[in-house]
């Protein structure tokens, strides 16, 4: 689907919502798609990407920002502790802050390097075994966590269960960001940023409505 449909639907569901779309930033989910792809969304203006792996993300990234200026880099895959530093160097926002290990790490090499990417953490609010991410009822105790080590959280993030209506794990995230005086709500993909966007997303993720299906590597 076309940038500018997107950006269309954006602006159509904020508006049902009472909300200003420039609240809601796109990002555009490059990973796995053939550069070409990406380059002729660079090419539409666009510069707000996402990543799911670090090492993929170093790949492209460095050179597509010798080509365009600003782009903004955002890593929304699960995040190992030893590629802590490398996903710090690379992206502008991190979303998958999950764990006490992952917020000490960082802390420290933002310490020592006096720099830190924004940072969202990721909330398993399906409760799912296989999945990243804090339980619910461990959010509160965990942002406080991070705040204590002088980290930028900047909201909450989530991946609703496939199989259940996301509005419920929305309005959940919504919820527990508001008790936590968190404004940033990193949540929809492609088949539901709208009902994201329903419900207070400031950062919608979307990849195949954008990109076309991913291409299996
Ligand atoms: C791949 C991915 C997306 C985008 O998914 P689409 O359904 O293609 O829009 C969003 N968030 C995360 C964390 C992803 O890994």
Not at 89 to 107: E, F, G, M, V, Y
């Amino acid at each position: 689907m076309p940038l500018s449909d997107i950006q269309d639907r954006i602006e159509k569901a904020a508006q049902t919502a009472n909300r200003d779309p420039a609240e809601i930033t796109l990002i555009a989910v490059s990973k796995v798609q053939p550069n070409a792809r990406v380059q002729a969304i660079l090419d539409q203006g666009h510069r707000v990407f996402g990543e799911n792996k670090v090492q993929e993300a170093a790949g492209k990234w460095p050179d597509f920002r010798q080509q365009y200026e600003h782009i903004d880099l955002h890593l929304i895959g699960p995040l190992q502790t030893n590629k802590a530093r490398q996903a710090m160097t690379l992206a502008q926002s991190i979303h998958s802050l999950d764990r006490p290990k992952l917020a000490t790490t960082i802390a420290r090499i933002a310490q020592e390097t006096g720099a830190c990417p924004d940072l969202f953490i990721q909330v398993n609010t399906g409760e799912e075994p296989q999945k990243a991410g804090v339980l619910p009822t461990d959010t509160d105790s965990f942002v406080a966590e991070a705040r204590a080590l002088d980290l930028p959280i900047k909201g909450l993030m989530c991946i609703p269960p496939v199989d259940e209506e996301p509005s419920l794990h929305f309005a959940l995230l919504a919820k527990i960001a508001e008790r936590n005086g968190l404004a940033g709500l990193s949540m929809g993909m492609s088949s539901d940023f709208e009902r994201a966007i329903a419900l207070g997303a400031t950062h919608i993720r979307v990849g195949s409505a954008i990109f076309g299906e991913r291409v299996p590597t």
